[in-house]
C-alpha cells in the first residue's frame, strides 16, 4: 500500500479561512508538518493543541530558498518511512506561490500518492480588498522572477511574499525599469485578518515601509509602462485616422532612406564610443523595424509577431551547439556551421540564387561580399600580389578613359573594386577603413580651420596655398598628441 502525503493550504489569515476538510486532516493525523508557524491559522491551531512541526530551521539555516526546499523535501521523505500518511501545510493555497509544493509532487508522485487540496489563496481577499476584477488580467510573479519579463503594464501586478526591506529594495529596483519612479503601488499587509493593512505609496518610497511574511505589492495598470507593447501601440496609433499625416502617408519603399540613415547613425555612435546617445540611436533604429511590421500588417503581409519568430527560430536553428548537443571548437567552427544550416535552408526553400544576400548593400560591403562568395568556390586571386598589380592596371586605364573622355565612372568604379579586393588579403574591412579615413579628415579639417581662427583668419578667405599651410600643421599637430 503505497504512504500518502496529503499537502493542504492554512488560507490567507486564521482558521476562518481553512475549510473542515483540510481542518479534521490535520486533527486527525499523527504526522503534521508546517512550512513555518509564522502564519495566523499556524498559530491559532497551535492554541487548539495539534502536534505538529515547523521547517523554520531551515530558513534560519540554509543560504538559500532552493536548500531550504530541499531540505523539507529530504524530511518530508524520511517521515513518510516513519507515518503510512503525512500532512504538509503551507500558507495560502498548495500551488499558488509555493515551490515546495511543486518540488514535491515532481519528486514524490512516482513513489507516494500526493493528494493536494485546494484551498482559499491570499488572492480571494485581495480580490476584494482592493477591487481588482482578474478578468480584467492580473499578473502573479514571486519577487525573484521579475528580471527579464515582459510587463506590459496594461494588467495588474501582484507580487506575493514581499517580506522584508532587502526584498523590497530589488522588487522597487526591477519595477523601476518598466515604471515611472512616481508609480502608486499598494502595499497589502495581513490579507484577511484583522489587522488587514492597505496603504498607497509611490514606488520609490517601497523599501520604506515595515513588512511581514504576510506581505504583497500590487502594482495597479499603468499606461506609462515601458514596454514593447506599449510601443507598438504608439505606432499603431500614429499610422491610425486620429494619427499624424505624415505616418499614414508612408509605406516600406518610402521609409527605406530612414532605415539607411539610422543604420548609419547606430553605427557613428558605436565608432564615438558615446554609450549615451547609442541607446537613443538604438530605439530609432527599432522605430524603423515596428513601423515597416506595422505598415505590413495593416496590408495583411505579416506582423511584428511574426518577426520575432522567425528571428527566434531561425537563432536556436542556427546554434545547434547551443539549443542542441553539437559540439565545436572554436568561432571558425560556429562560421562553418552556420554557413551550411543557411545553404540547407536555402536549398528546402528551393532558392538557389548564388548572389543571395541583400543587394541594397552599402556597394563597398556588396563589394566584399561579392568576392567573399566567387572566392569560396576558388575564383581568387592566389595572394596579395594579384589584387595589387591589378589596382595599378586599373590606374592605367582609368588614365586612358579620362584622356578619351569616355568610360571614366566605370573605370573608376573598378578602382574601387580592386581595392576592396586587395582590402581582403590584407585583412581590412574595407568599410571600417574608408569610414576611419573620413573620420581622420574631418578632424584634421576642423583642427585646420581652428588654427586658422587662431590667427584671424577665416578659412573661406585664404588661397588654396595658405589653407595647405594650416593642414599640414594640423597633421604635425596630430602626429605629436
Known amino acids: 500500500m503505497k504512504k500518502v502525503l496529503h499537502i493542504i493550504g492554512l488560507g490567507p489569515a486564521g482558521l476562518e479561512y481553512m475549510t473542515l476538510r483540510d481542518y479534521r486532516l490535520i486533527k486527525e493525523a499523527k504526522g503534521v508538518f508546517f512550512r513555518t508557524f509564522k502564519h495566523p491559522c499556524a498559530q491559532e491551531l497551535l492554541a487548539e493543541g495539534i502536534t505538529a512541526q515547523s521547517f523554520d530551521y531551515l530558513y534560519e539555516k540554509e543560504e538559500s530558498f532552493e536548500k531550504v526546499y530541499e531540505g523539507i523535501l529530504s524530511s518530508l521523505t524520511d517521515k513518510l518511512e516513519k507515518y ?6 503551507v500558507p495560502g493555497h498548495p500551488t499558488v506561490a509555493e515551490r515546495s509544493v511543486q518540488l514535491l509532487v515532481d519528486k514524490l508522485s512516482g513513489d507516494v500518492e500526493v493528494k493536494v487540496y485546494g484551498s482559499v489563496s491570499f488572492l480571494d481577499p485581495l480580490f476584494a480588498a482592493i477591487s481588482l476584477d482578474p478578468a480584467n488580467g492580473f499578473l502573479l510573479l514571486n519577487y525573484d522572477q521579475l528580471k527579464g519579463r515582459e510587463i506590459t503594464g496594461k494588467e495588474w501586478l501582484v507580487i506575493p511574499q514581499v517580506y522584508d ?19 502608486e503601488v499598494f502595499l497589502v499587509k495581513s490579507l484577511g485578518a484583522q489587522n488587514e493593512e492597505i496603504k498607497s505609496i509611490k514606488l520609490y518610497e517601497l523599501d520604506h515601509q515595515e513588512f511581514d511574511h504576510l506581505s504583497t505589492v500590487v502594482v495597479p495598470p499603468n499606461p506609462r509602462a515601458i514596454s514593447t507593447t506599449r510601443l507598438l501601440e504608439v505606432m499603431q496609433k500614429l499610422r491610425s485616422p486620429e494619427g499624424c499625416p505624415w505616418d499614414r502617408e508612408q509605406n516600406h519603399d518610402s521609409l527605406v532612406p530612414y532605415l539607411v540613415e539610422e543604420s548609419y547613425e547606430v553605427i557613428d555612435a558605436i565608432e564615438s564610443q558615446d554609450m549615451y546617445n547609442l541607446a537613443e540611436e538604438l530605439g530609432d533604429l527599432l522605430l524603423q523595424i515596428v513601423f515597416h511590421a506595422q505598415v505590413a500588417q495593416e496590408t495583411g503581409e505579416f506582423g511584428y509577431q511574426d518577426v520575432l519568430q522567425g528571428i527566434i527560430e531561425k537563432m536556436v536553428r542556427r546554434h545547434p551547439h547551443v539549443f542542441g548537443d553539437l559540439a565545436v571548437k572554436d568561432s571558425a567552427e560556429v562560421l562553418q556551421n552556420w554557413d551550411q544550416i543557411k545553404n540547407e535552408e536555402k536549398e528546402r526553400a528551393e532558392k538557389k540564387e548564388f548572389f543571395d544576400f541583400p543587394q541594397g548593400l552599402p556597394a563597398l560591403m556588396l563589394a566584399e561580399k561579392t568576392q567573399k562568395r566567387v572566392a569560396k568556390i576558388g575564383f581568387d586571386w592566389p595572394d596579395s600580389e594579384g589584387p595589387l598589380t591589378k589596382v595599378y592596371e586599373e590606374l ?8 578619351r573622355g569616355l568610360g571614366i565612372e566605370e573605370e573608376f568604379g573598378d578602382i574601387l573594386f580592386a581595392c576592396v579586393n586587395l582590402s581582403r588579403f590584407l585583412k581590412v574591412h574595407s568599410e571600417d577603413a574608408l569610414r576611419k579615413t573620413i573620420k581622420k579628415f574631418q578632424r584634421r579639417f576642423l583642427e585646420m580651420e581652428s588654427l586658422a581662427r587662431i590667427d584671424g583668419h577665416k578659412l573661406e578667405g585664404l588661397t588654396l596655398e595658405e589653407m595647405d599651410f594650416y593642414w599640414e600643421k594640423a597633421k604635425i599637430k596630430e602626429k605629436t598628441m
Request: net charge negative.
Open 165 to 183: 526591506p532587502f526584498i523590497a529594495s530589488d522588487v522597487k529596483l526591477d519595477l523601476m525599469e518598466v515604471y515611472p519612479d512616481e508609480t
Open 84 to 89: 503510512q500518511e503525512v500532512v504538509y501545510a
Open 396 to 403: 592605367e586605364e582609368l588614365k586612358e578613359a579620362m584622356q
